[in-house]
């Protein structure tokens, strides 16, 4: 079939129409009782020590994987023993349910509208649905700033990378990288029960967010000129602040969305009671206003549109 290949770009016009309600069953969710399910059985099995954390770690990552990928995969084949459109039409609602724009912009306006109205309690909840630092303590611009770094960050790992890998390998490619993504955010801690439990998780999720990332800047930076932002300084932040995250990926879009804004994300944060020092991204120019997570989200969906544009444009270049 002629759209086979393009269950993507549907799957995105789907996002874009829909969004995520929450009645609708979602894969990812069942991914997640999937690695919740797992993690208490392997912690059974293998000994409570260093080396077999690792090991169990080791054996949620790969069966994890390719349980999702495998069954995705299965039952498209099964779809297409009946009708290729039953197939196409299963991958493109799963391309659907694996983009997250349309709930990203949903949730962070949330921030907005409670901030807008001058309800700091209300906006300190509704952040903390979409972040996982401690919001009791933060003060307005401090509520916005961490909407529009999640925005920012989200961007990417939320948007960007499930459409790159849709683009190459479908919905079970997409599947696989949501999967790893999922397995990273449960158990990809760097506390006493996740740091040797999560450590390939977080190493696999940094390998496959790689590439995504830095397309993912390239393509924020190139929508903050077409969009009327600062290009200039988002370059020059791009540059100078792209490392500044203990993760090798997320200051990416970070750094462009702090740039293209002229404000400073990121710096030090409390979790879970405790203070934990982080380097800033981006340069105080101005302070940051809750008008700045309506630009992150311009800014996140001028990225996407241009996304959707390029991988369609190389599926079609390479006669796919």
């Excluded at 002629?2 to 770009?9: E, L, R, S, T, W």
């Excluded at 694996?98 to 309800?119: G, P, T």
């Excluded at 961490?146 to 919905?171: H, K, R």
């Excluded at 967010?209 to 290009?231: E, H, K, Q, W």
Aim: proline residues 4%; charged residues 20%; aromatic residues 12%.
């Amino acid at each position: 079939m002629v759209f086979q290949g393009f269950a993507f770009v549907a799957g995105f016009g789907l996002d874009m129409i829909l969004g995520d309600p929450t009645w609708m069953p979602h894969p990812i969710r069942w991914i997640g009782r999937l690695i919740a399910w797992e993690e208490n059985v392997l912690r059974r099995i293998f000994p409570k020590n260093r080396q077999g954390a690792l090991w169990a770690g080791r054996l949620l990552v790969l069966t994890v994987a390719l349980l999702s990928a495998g069954t995705t995969y299965g039952f498209l084949k099964i779809a297409g023993t009946f009708s290729p459109w039953l197939s196409w039409g299963l991958e493109v609602w799963l391309c659907y349910q694996l983009l997250a724009a349309k709930a990203l912009k949903a949730e962070s306006m949330k921030v907005y509208d409670a901030l807008r109205e001058n309800n700091l309690d209300q906006a300190r909840y509704w952040v903390s649905r979409i972040v996982g630092r401690d919001t009791a303590c933060l003060d307005g611009p401090q509520v916005a700033r961490a909407a529009v770094e999640t925005v920012a960050e989200n961007t990417s790992d939320g948007v960007i990378a499930p459409l790159l890998y849709m683009a190459i390998g479908g919905a079970p490619l997409g599947i696989l990288y949501k999967a790893i993504n999922t397995m990273d955010s449960m158990v990809g801690y760097k506390n006493e029960r996740y740091l040797d439990f999560g450590r390939s998780a977080a190493i696999l999720d940094d390998w496959v967010n790689y590439l995504p990332a830095r397309i993912s800047a390239m393509l924020m930076l190139t929508a903050a000129v077409l969009l009327g932002f600062d290009g200039r300084q988002a370059w020059r932040v791009y540059w100078r602040d792209r490392r500044n995250h203990a993760s090798p990926n997320s200051a990416h879009t970070e750094a462009v969305c702090a740039g293209a804004l002229r404000i400073r994300l990121a710096g030090d944060a409390w979790y879970f009671g405790k203070r934990y020092p982080k380097p800033t991204i981006g340069d105080d120019l101005r302070p940051v206003e809750p008008e700045d997570i309506v630009r992150a989200n311009r800014l996140m969906y001028g990225t996407a549109f241009l996304a959707l544009a390029l991988f369609a444009g190389l599926r079609i270049l390479c006669g796919q």
